[in-house]
Every structure is written in structure tokens, then in C-alpha cells.
């Protein structure tokens, strides 16, 4: 009942010239390029590297599948130094950008984050500037949340939604933390600490990318938006004495170097890593760094690349192993649950124990800073028997178990680190791969204070009745043997665990070509540039409390506005066109 096709791929002509040239068709870029073409005198083109959006990640319970693909993900490398954690990061390479294979879980952030951006230059991005924008884009499926019009709005191309289908195993771990004392709230509707089914970005229970959402429903109608995917932009081009863009230089399908004319902007949306390395390589950013890769300085902005933030996830994790394996289908209920997915309802229709988020300060984080540091999303696994798995009987490329589980692991997060890493042009490379410097657990006080939430989490977890009447059983982290001589269980022995074990980005990273050193409050990058604007996860000087996806396609949206209020279409005001 499920059998998988991949799309077709496009195979659009690309314009010789156009108003506005969008790079990268992810979270940032898909938003703004459909705004964009809203305005039918304006010719669009979005160029995305990535072919079109893989269809199996719109079925939630499938999430992942393209992770770590030669197709659909860049597998960026972070480069090794003497005491940094090294690895993947992964990096969608499709129409839909990271929207289209992340874990679907919508958050905005707090209040307090947006304090951050305005503390570091972003002028006029408080929460209260930022949430009509969520609002524009929302269209929240879920009556109960949606009645708080304050804070959620309805009618907006980006279907928000809970997961219609929630296993016994989930419930489970909802009693235990509301056992442990947690207020079940809405994450997105005021409040900074509590737990509660997580918001998803999804429509009648599939996964809605920025893709799905802005451009998929007016591609075919819109003629004015051109949408090509399978290119990748090399660089902007931009006049040395104007400090004016002029065009966009990109690769074509056979391989040939080939040039768009950009009559009114550009606007970059290539992500964290490669927008501030297409800077680089158009001439803005550290000139030290131009200079050696022989790259012609235009402006030199020391900001291009620096700031990288993201959010890390601890090696050392406590796992549960409930009592009863959720969701064990027979090849019977398979064909019903594509059935019922097909109705927007059930197994099919969950991003797994991702439906579940807690968020929460961390005993130890820096008391003087307003932020949550810590939340808790799950992952689900098998331990136990073979089976031939649910997913991989439906699909070609499998790497996970979300069908069915009897084990998951409690993913601690570390919101906020201290320290923060750098993106840099490889001089000997430059349209390569970047060089990406994470600055992962450097310091003691980050250690401190994730150590502290696993143990903070660990602990309720350990003593919840509920799981244990349920035959649950929560174990702690593995045992590092370095950690041998500090009590099981106690602050020290998971400030040890943490070192030994290690940690990963979260797949959040921000900050790359921040509102305030790269671009100002408009989006707009600085150094007397003219004619280019960035807008994605890179423009967040500080990266949110939260999952990063719905503070992107808010970016896009301002961008979008932006555009269209300095080109005269809208008046300068908030929230709908
Ligand atoms: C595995 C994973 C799970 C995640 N889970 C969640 C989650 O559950 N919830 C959440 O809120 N956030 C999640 N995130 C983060 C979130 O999805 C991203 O922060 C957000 O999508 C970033 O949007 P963006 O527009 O900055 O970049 P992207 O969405 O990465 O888009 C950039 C696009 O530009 C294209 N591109 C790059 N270079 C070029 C070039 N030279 N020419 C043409 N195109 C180019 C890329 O192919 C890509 O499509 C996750 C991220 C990952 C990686």
C-alpha cells in the first residue's frame, strides 16, 4: 500500500534576467520566494541546489529516511582541533531545505531570546515584533491551542498541528512528567518552562516543509515565480566600485557556468554554512580570509562566518525500555495504517516520541540569563529481537525505527553555550565545502549546566511510579570508565560522563551572518553593499530556545515584507501584506 516514488525532478528553463534572485529553497528561501511572487509584476527565480523534495519524509513516521544520503543531505564535515568534538552535521540538499527532513517539531523560541537579538543589534525584533510574523505564516490545526489568539492564528500557508496519534508508550511518559512536576503547557503560547505534545509543522497529519506550505499550491499557477532546482549558485556577482549586485553566477544542469541577471536584489537563503560562505566568495567578509583564498575584497565584514551557535546534544543520555513494544504491526495493519494515514490519522501520522517536548532551566545554567537551558525531545529504538522492520518493508532507505519501539532514549539539550564556532572559506577550496570550527562544550560552564539537566531529568525519570508500574525501566547513562571514582548518579559523575562521552550539534546551528555585524535590522548586508539580503537560520545572532525551523521561515517572512515595503508595494506595517 506504500510503495515509494521518488518526484519527478524539475527541468524548468532558467530566465536570462529577473527581479529578484532567491539562493536556496529552504526554510528562509521557500518562505520569501513564495511571498515574493504573491507581487505579479515581479519575475522570481529560486535556485536550490538540492533536487526536489524527497515525498517520503512527508510521512511523519518516516522521518530521517534522507539523513546522511548522498542525494538529499550535504553531510558537512566539522573540521578536527586539538580539543573540539568533531563529526557530520547534517544539511538538507532538496526543495524544502532542513523543513523537509527535520523532526517536524514547531517552537518559537521565548520572549527572552528576541531580547537577546535586540542586545546584539537586531533593532526592532523583540518578541512582540517577531509574532505577528509567526502568525502570518501559521495555520494552527488544533482548536484548543488555537483559541489563544494572542499567541496562535489560523489561515496561514504552515500547517501547525500535533501529532493526531499518540501510542501508549507516549502516554506513559507524559504521566511521568507530570509526575516529576512539570506544567503541561503550550510551549508556543507564553511560557517558558513546562512539557506538552509538541506542535509539528504538518497538515492533516503529513509533514508540511516551507515547500509544501509557500510554494507547492502556486507553483503551477504563479508565472512569475520560476523554480529551479538541481542548480547550485557559485556566487553573486557584484560591481567593485557600485558595491552593487548586478547577477547571480550558478551551475547549470550539463555542468556550465552560467549567469541571471538580477534586476532589483538577491537574496541569500543558503543556510547557516553556505550563505556566509557565498559571501565569501563574492567578495564580502574577513578580508585576511579573501585574501588568501585570491578573492577580491568588496567589503570586509569580520562578521561573515563568525557567531556559529547551536544547539548540542550530550553522548551520555539516560534511556527507557518500556514494558509492552508500541505499535508491533502485522503486514494486515500496515495496509490499514496507509489506509488511515491517507485520512490524516493514524501511526503513520507521528514524528514518533518527538511529540513529546520538555522545556526547562537547568539547576546550574548562569542565573543572571532569562533563558531555559535545557529541553528534553526522545528517540525512539529497538532493543530486544530481529524483526523485519515496519519501515523498511515501505521504503528503499531506511535508517530508522520510528514504526515501532520498545526502548528510547531521553535526548537532553543544551540550549546555550557559551562559547561559539566560526564557518571559514577553505583558501585552497573555496567552492568547496566550508571549513566549520564548532566550539562544542569548551567550556566548564556549558559541562555544568547540561550535566545538571540530564541529572535534573535523569532523576525524575528514575523515580516515576507511573513508569514503573508500567514495567519501565529508566536507565542510567552508560558508565564512562573514567568516571569510575565519582558516586553513580551524582552531579560529578555526569559532568564526568559528559567530557568522556561527548556531544553533537543538534542540527540548529545560527548565527553565521548575524542581524547587526553582517546584515542590518532589514536584512540587508552591510559594508555599503547594495541590491542583497540574507534571510535564514544565518541572521540569528543568538540561536533561540527552541527548535530553529519556525524562527527561519518567520526570517523569511520579515524578508519578505521587507522587500516588498522598500520597493513600495506595502506600506511599512506589521503582520498581513
Ligand atoms: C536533522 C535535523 C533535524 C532538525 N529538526 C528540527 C525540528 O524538529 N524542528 C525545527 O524547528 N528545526 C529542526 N531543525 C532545524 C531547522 O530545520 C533549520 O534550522 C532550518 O530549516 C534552517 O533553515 P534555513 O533556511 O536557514 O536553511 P535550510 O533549510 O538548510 O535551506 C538552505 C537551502 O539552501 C540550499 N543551498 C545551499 N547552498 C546552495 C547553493 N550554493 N546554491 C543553491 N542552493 C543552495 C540547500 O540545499 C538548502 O535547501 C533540524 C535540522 C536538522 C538538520
New binding site residues.
Partial sequence: GLRYKEPAQSTAAIPAEVDFVV?????????VAGRLSEVSKWQVLL????PEEATVEQVPAF??QT?GTDKYD?KLQVEKTANDITGT???????????????????RGVEADYKCWEKAGAKGWSFKDVLPYFKKSEDNLDPDVAKNRAYHSTGGPLGVMRAPYKDANAHLLRAAYKEGGFAEVDLNGGHDEGFGW?Q??ARHGARNS?NTAFLQGVRAQRKNLHIATG????KVNINAQTKRVESVE?VDRKGASQVVKARLEVIL???????P??LMVSGIGPAEQLKKAGIPVIANLNGVGANLQDHVLVSSLPTITFGKTAIVPTAQEMLQHAKLFKKGAGPLTT?GL?SMVVRTRSALQPSSDARPYVQV?HAVGWQGRNLVPYCEAAVPTVNTTTCYYNKVTVSVVLLHSKDAGTVQLNATNPYGPPLIYQKILTSDQDVRAIASGVKQITDKLVASKSLKSAGAKVELPAKGAACGNQKVGSQAWHECLVRANGAAS?????GTCSIGSVVDSRLRVLGGVRGLRV????VMPCVPS????????M??ERAADFIKQDHGVIRANRGRA
Avoid at 534571510?535 to 544565518?538: C, F, K, L, R
Fill in positions: 539562493v536556496g529553497g529552504g526554510s528562509g528561501g521557500a518562505t535556485l536550490e541546489a538540492g522521518i530521517a539523513l550535504w552535521i547534517p544539511r538538507a540538499k532538496m526543495l524544502g531545505g532542513c523543513s523537509a527532513h527535520n523532526g517536524m517539531v514547531y517552537q509538541s509539528t509543522t516551507a542548480i547550485k549558485v557559485k550558478y537563503s543558503a543556510g547557516t554554512y553556505f550563505s560562505q557565498l514524528n518527538n525531545q543538534w542540527g540548529h546551528g545560527v534571510a535564514d537560520a544565518s527552541g527548535n530553529t525551523n519556525a524562527p527561519s521561515i526570517i523569511g
